[in-house]
């Protein structure tokens, strides 16, 4: 049965942590001339917020007591998560962010929270979203669902390339990869291709490589439906 879709064009970008989903969708949306919104982001502004608050427990009704620091707000061709008024990139890439944050994305109101502001975020406007349960739960009929997936261990090598910026040794791959996997196990439940997304093996592909290809189905999905082609 045919889905009834609205005027603008949501693409969905899923996958596991350092799948490189953010970034990935970033380019993606500078192609199209779309907005870019990471959800992602979302979770670690809570996580540091409640933080800031000094939650010890980190049950759900501190860590949604701390969303009134938590503002989603335009920037350009993107959404950006401010803490307190302000941005605090650094932090929310922090050791004691990433350390919290899956067990934050997990609680159930939370999630919802998170949901309901990047659907705002997306009202009125083309996006490309990306996160873990994007095509599943908060937008189930987005026009197009990709699914990125890649080895642990490239994965482990592309966040240390970022993180460090020079190539790791074996070892640091090994630990950062043992972490991933971890954190694979615990993100397992949020972390669900949708049945209709297209699913894109990064392993072996450069990020344009991978952009290209998203551009080309975007383009094809946005032909099928009687838009505009973009980005060509």
Do not use: C
């Not at 540091?48 to 049950?59: F, H, L, P, T």
């Not at 043992?178 to 196990?185: K, N």
Request: aromatic letters at 4%; hydrophobic letters at 45%; charged letters at 30%.
């Amino acid at each position: 049965m045919a889905t009834e879709r609205t005027a603008h064009m949501v693409i969905a970008i899923d996958g596991p942590a350092a799948s490189g989903k953010s970034s990935t969708a970033q380019w993606v949306a500078r192609r199209l001339t779309f907005h870019h919104v990471d959800s992602g982001s979302l979770y670690r502004a809570l996580t540091a917020a409640a933080i800031r608050e000094g939650s010890a427990d980190w049950n759900e009704s501190d860590v949604l007591a701390a969303a009134s620091r938590v503002e989603f707000a335009p920037a350009d061709a993107t959404f950006v998560p401010l803490l307190d008024g302000e941005r605090a990139d650094d932090e929310l890439r922090g050791a004691a962010v990433t350390r919290h944050v899956s067990r934050v994305a997990s609680m159930p109101n939370v999630r919802a929270w998170v949901n309901e502001q990047v659907r705002r975020a997306a009202e009125r406007r083309d996006v490309v979203v990306d996160g873990r349960d994007i095509g599943t739960v908060v937008f189930p009929r987005a026009d197009l669902k990709v699914f990125l997936v890649a080895d642990p261990w490239e994965r482990a090598r592309r966040r240390l390339i970022q993180r460090l910026g020079h190539a790791p040794i074996d070892a640091e791959i090994a630990e950062e990869t043992e972490r991933l996997v971890q954190r694979d196990a615990q993100d397992a439940n949020q972390t669900v291709q949708a049945l209709d997304a297209v699913l894109i093996d990064t392993t072996y592909l450069t990020q344009a490589e991978q952009v290209e290809r998203i551009v080309a189905l975007a383009n094809a999905t946005a032909a099928e439906h009687g838009r505009d082609r973009r980005g060509a």
